[in-house]
């Protein structure tokens, strides 16, 4: 009778980086989410790997000495997440896909997706540095790169910077609809991003919560301008507008459970108000019931592990 079912081979992982060796820093938002160095990432995703997860995201967490208004570490082929993808890829081959987000906000100054022009955050010079973020990603052997700054334009952009380069079989997984969402906060605490920011949003890029009609658009001009997969992020809030996407385009779609939402789930469970292994499984299932693919998700490793024994 059961219509929808969860896997490992539903969830990819998202892991934060951080520079050092045997480094492990805790995130406080984030209870039971680590920032990892380069070695334990590398572990880390091997376990992934036996537990048939089949793709991480990485995250870096940028030296704020590295941060600058024009972004340049971006896309700089020796940054924390080049050596970190170089590094799994040596590691792990093809046992498991490795995700990078294109986006300028681990390396700005101030804390956006892109660069700013009197105040302003612009879209067309934004757009040829993520195409050069993405190239530089993809040279250090990225198999899917996720443009995540909703800048106009950029799919189509990326997909042929990345073709130019040779790099054609380099998939493209839209952040298509992305809200301008508070339940992003404690990712920018774990990426570092939230002080750089100040009390900023990104309320002239990422879309309005209150709008439905408008992420069928979004992920319209995703799909024509090829990407291999869109995304819908937040979650939970936002269960309305996977179903809405999957039947309009019938596409791989994809959900980002996100750090807020990990945080509700994470602090509720530590306060002994809800069961955290049953919350975490009924949230996940609620995506695949939603219509999704595939979900990002902090608990991808938890969840695989209870799954193995259920
Ligand atoms: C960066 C980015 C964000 C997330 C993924 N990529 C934050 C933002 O847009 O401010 C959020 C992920 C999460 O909250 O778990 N563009």
Redesign the pocket.
């Known amino acids: 009778m059961r219509q929808s079912t969860l896997s490992a081979d539903d969830l990819i992982w ?1 892991l934060f980086i951080c520079d050092g060796h045997g480094q492990r820093e805790p995130i406080p938002s984030m209870p039971g989410v680590e920032r990892l160095s380069i070695d334990l990432v590398v572990e880390a995703v091997g376990e992934a790997v036996a537990l048939g997860i089949p793709a991480v995201a990485l ?1 870096p967490s940028t030296d704020q000495r590295l941060k600058s208004p024009e972004c340049l570490e971006a896309i700089n082929p020796e940054n924390l997440v080049c050596r970190a993808v170089r590094a799994v890829k040596a590691a792990h081959g093809h046992r498991i896909g490795v995700i990078c ?1 294109v ?4 390396y700005s100054s101030h ?1 956006q ?1 892109g660069l700013v022009r009197d105040g302003y955050v612009v879209n067309d010079e934004t757009v040829e540095m993520l195409c050069r973020q993405a190239v530089v990603q993809a040279e250090a052997g990225c198999d899917v790169i ?1 443009p ?3 800048m106009d334009g950029r799919v189509g952009a990326v997909r042929r910077a990345l073709d130019a380069e040779g790099f054609e079989h380099v998939q493209v997984l839209a ?1 298509a609809a ?1 809200y301008a ?1 508070a ?6 605490d ?2 570092g ?1 939230a002080a750089n ?1 100040g009390g900023g949003d ?1 309320r002239t890029y ?1 879309m309005d919560p209150a709008n439905s009609d408008e992420a069928l658009r979004e992920v319209a001009l995703d799909l024509a301008e090829g990407a291999d997969a869109v995304m819908v ?2 979650g939970m809030p936002y269960l309305d507008i996977v179903r809405r996407v999957k039947d309009a385009f019938g596409a791989p779609t994809f959900v ?7 945080a509700m789930l994470a602090a509720a469970a530590a306060n002994g108000w809800i069961d955290r292994d049953k919350a975490m499984v009924e949230s996940l299932v609620a995506f695949k019931r939603a219509g999704a693919d595939g979900v ?1 998700t ?1 608990f991808a490793r938890d969840a695989a592990r209870l799954l193995q024994h259920a």
Do not use: H, I, N, T
């Not at 339940?183 to 920018?188: A, I, K, S, V």
């Open positions: 998202p995250f987000d986006a300028l906000d681990p804390g997706d996720a995540s700054d909703m952040y992305k969402s339940f992003y906060g404690p990712f920018r774990a990426v991003s920011l990104k990422q992020k937040p980002y459970q996100v750090s807020g939402e990990y990002l902090y």
